[in-house]
């Protein structure tokens, strides 16, 4: 059938502006997409390896995670804080505390807790606490929270003895008692597995234990207990903590398929905090 004037003028419209929607909905679709990305730092092990366990699932509800590793302690809050990065999954609540002491303007907010990685003390040389000598050296982390965490656990263990027993902060100042004359060697957490054979005694952060192929439950001369306040933090910004992205994030962290594959996977060197 011939269309009139009128009626090519009427189609030719209806053509346009179909044609208009659709590269419009293209396009909000998109942009729709590119607001979902979220990029997060972790350590390699286990919080690199937890959150490529859960993109799959985050996929499919729309969210594009994209994982950034990083294996020391300073960068991965650094970058967030800087906003180069979406967020990070490697510190805990005392490092956080530390790390806003000396960053005014931090804009890190924990979001979730996930799970604990129990610090542990190893030695190549002795096989019971009662064997350490006298002088023997002891190589602990150097940042704040974690020398705390260290000093607390060899004082439980009773090698030392601190003015406050609670304080999660203590330092070498702090210790009021050294019957072993102990010789702390204050080193960046990442290289500890690296000098444990120079060492009498080193107490590892457990992600760089197992990363080292230390498995803190048989390998460790002695391990902290279930009741740790270190639980390990996924940390949003200030300003994207309420995105739908990082809902949806936090409850794919805190799924049980995930409980479940830290359990199976890590076998009690990383224990669920959820």
Do not use: C
């Not at 799959?56 to 729309?62: D, I, T, W």
């Not at 005392?94 to 804009?107: A, G, V």
């Not at 000598?133 to 607390?152: K, Y």
């Not at 409980?259 to 890590?266: D, N, S, T």
């Amino acid at each position: 059938m011939k269309l009139s004037f009128q009626q090519k003028i009427k189609h030719s419209v209806r053509t346009a502006v179909a044609a208009s929607l659709t590269v419009a909905s293209v396009f909000a679709t998109g942009m729709a997409h590119a607001a979902d990305v979220l990029t997060i730092a972790a350590s390699p092990v286990p919080h690199a390896e937890i959150l490529e366990f859960i993109k799959p699932q985050l996929a499919k509800e729309g969210v594009d995670l994209k994982v950034k590793v990083f294996t020391d302690y300073i960068q991965p809050a650094v970058q967030v804080n800087e906003k180069h990065l979406d967020g990070n999954f490697f510190l805990h609540q005392p490092y956080l505390n530390e790390f806003k002491k000396s960053h005014s303007n931090d804009i890190e907010v924990p979001v979730a807790k996930v799970h604990v990685e129990p610090f542990a003390a190893y030695s190549t040389k002795y096989k019971k606490v009662a064997d350490i000598p006298n002088g023997a050296t002891v190589a602990i982390p150097n940042d704040p929270s974690n020398s705390g965490r260290a000093l607390l656990l060899l004082a439980k263990q009773g090698l030392l003895t601190l003015k406050d027993p609670s304080n999660i902060s203590a330092t070498k100042k702090d210790i009021i008692a050294n019957p072993k004359n102990l010789k702390f060697k204050e080193l960046e957490a990442a290289t500890l597995p690296r000098v444990l054979n120079q060492v009498d005694l080193a107490l590892i952060n457990t992600n760089y234990a197992i990363e080292a192929k230390l498995n803190p439950v048989k390998d460790s001369l002695f391990i902290e207990d279930a009741n740790s306040p270190y639980a390990n933090l996924l940390v949003a910004r200030d300003d994207n903590k309420n995105s739908p992205a990082f809902k949806k994030l936090i409850a794919a962290l805190q799924s049980p398929e995930v409980k479940k594959f830290i359990e199976e996977k890590y076998k009690g060197a990383v224990v669920p905090a959820f």
